[in-house]
């Protein structure tokens, strides 16, 4: 399966961005999907994650009640709502596909090739 991912940007503290991963080539629902990032001179985290069919979702702790993941089958899209974003947000956000939820990065077999949202103070 091939990802794109898209919406980042900048903003300010405080703001909101919505990022989107759209999937093709294989079907999507067959994959739990993933959203990591990874700012400069630190190793890619996890950030949330939504099993196949958007029945579970995880986060992590530095992003609970600031990020919604959700995801369309039909549109082939996962979704990352990002509010109320702080400077730390700072990363270039990866999606990742995998056969089942988890927080693990090596769980996942297909990877987007990241788009950078950047948080100004």
């Known amino acids: 399966v091939q990802l794109q991912a898209s919406g980042g940007g900048l903003v300010q503290a405080g703001g909101s961005l919505r990022l989107s991963c759209e999937a093709s080539?294989?079907?999507?629902?067959?994959?739990?999907m993933g959203w990591f990032r990874q700012a400069p001179g630190k190793e890619r985290e996890f950030v949330a994650g939504?099993?196949?069919?958007?029945?579970?979702?995880t986060y992590a702790d530095s992003v609970k009640g600031r990020f919604t993941i959700s995801r369309d089958n039909a549109k082939n899209t996962v979704y990352l709502q990002m509010n109320s974003l702080k400077p730390e947000d700072t990363a270039v956000y990866y999606c990742?596909?995998?056969?089942?939820?988890?927080?693990?990065?090596?769980?996942?077999?297909?990877w987007g090739q990241g788009t950078l949202v950047t948080v100004s103070s």
């Open positions: 939504i099993s196949r069919y958007g029945s579970s979702t």
């Open positions: 080539g294989r079907t999507f629902s067959y994959y739990a």
């Open positions: 990742a596909a995998g056969a089942v939820l988890t927080d693990r990065a090596k769980s996942y077999d297909y």
